[in-house]
């Protein structure tokens, strides 16, 4: 999971950034798509409503743009501030939109090869950002069958 | 989404490469955890069985492969050679696994830059590998209610 400064780039910080945005943008769709009163309570089989599933994508998102600046991975407090309706979720989802679009170009690129202590293990900097972009994008998926189940046609998934 | 070859590597080949086996081998665990009458019939909301999911899974990966190696992005025949069982489906996959781990490291790295046409646009090759490896990542976090809807506790998301 190294690399020697002369390997050849297959993506610039550019375009991580661009990839990550494109996922935020669907995934605020998704989050639109529900039905205002099934985002926080709708579920199938045990599992969390997809409110809440956003609600940690944010606070993953917001660990990860904090630790690639900083080098400081704190663990999220998982219930503290957390949206219990869809205006406040989008609140800090379109801040945080911002802060990526403001900061996210002065993370090192070193950062991105070099180890970092996460809460959840030892990992490269690459590694830390393209696991919080899988998150959100596993756990989209899950609302998208939430979405058909409730009779609601989601986003299309290639449209970033 | 285009850079100049003094960019700094924020990954390489190599963690490209590992990087989608981790989540192949969390897909193949998903193939497994499904009770085999149900993989490809059991579905949510007139959504596809997971099984069929998996098929186009994995003909988008060997697309993608060949697209890399070959500069050819054929639209895959969606309906031909099928798999009906998990026999079949693991089969294919396993074949697709080993060979990328023959060959993708053959890929040009310039490629991955460069922009290609693909059945669905035109795309730089970073766009179009990652692309690959979110659908898989969306379908089967789709594949995850399933289980979860069955009464199955899926693999965790974070073992690769």
Not at 125 to 136: H, K, L, S
Request: hydrophobic share 40%.
């Amino acid at each position: 999971m190294t690399q020697t400064a002369s390997a050849p780039a297959l993506l610039t910080p550019e375009d991580l950034l661009s990839h990550w945005q494109g996922h935020r943008r669907l995934t605020r769709r998704v989050i639109e798509a529900f039905p205002e009163d099934q985002l926080f309570s709708f579920a199938i089989g045990s599992m969390r409503p997809f409110g809440v599933m956003a609600w940690e994508i944010h606070q993953v998102s917001e660990l990860t743009l904090t630790g690639l600046l900083s080098g400081e991975w704190a663990m999220p407090q998982w219930r503290d501030g957390v949206a219990s309706n869809r205006r406040e979720l989008l609140h800090v989802w379109d801040a945080l939109t911002a802060q990526l679009d403001r900061e996210f170009l002065k993370v090192d690129p070193a950062f991105y090869t070099q180890q970092h202590s996460l809460p959840w293990g030892e990992m490269p900097g690459w590694v830390a950002t393209i696991y919080c972009i899988d998150n959100e994008i596993h756990h989209r998926g899950e609302g998208y069958v939430y979405l058909r189940a409730l009779g609601t046609e989601p986003p299309a998934f290639y449209e970033r």
